[in-house]
């Protein structure tokens, strides 16, 4: 059985960091790109962050850029995203996606709240 459970969001206030994680089963983690992705209320679902399954190529959207760490540890199943200078905008829902495009399998995450409000 597949799961990715997303845990670590919380309240904080403007200028904040907080430490999300995702850790999986089910599926060969490191044969999986993951993703994070965060959705604002009443906004579309964006991208946010990724890295490969060997962890030798990471991307961040440009909104994070500097301030947001993605990293994995193979070794536990999990992969993590470190948020530093948290801004209200940075509110919303986020989701932890892994995928296998060669196979073309992906798996989704049931998302973790983040507020950024003082």
């Known amino acids: 059985q597949v799961q990715l459970v997303e845990s670590g969001g919380d309240t904080v206030q403007p200028g904040g960091s907080l430490t999300l994680s995702c850790t999986v089963s089910?599926?060969?983690?490191?044969?999986?790109?993951m993703r994070w992705y965060r959705q604002a209320p009443e906004k579309e679902r964006e991208w946010v962050a990724y890295?490969?399954?060997?962890?030798?190529?990471?991307n961040y959207a440009a909104a994070v850029k500097g301030r947001f760490t993605i990293s994995r540890d193979n070794a536990k199943n999990t992969v993590f995203l470190q948020m530093n200078n948290l801004q209200p905008e940075d509110t919303g829902v986020y989701y932890c996606?892994?995928?296998?495009?060669?196979?073309?399998?992906?798996?989704w995450g049931q998302g973790t709240q983040v507020t950024v409000s003082s």
């Open positions: 996606h892994a995928e296998r495009a060669t196979v073309g399998l992906e798996y």
């Open positions: 089910g599926f060969l983690f490191k044969s999986y790109a």
């Open positions: 890295i490969r399954g060997d962890g030798s190529n990471i």
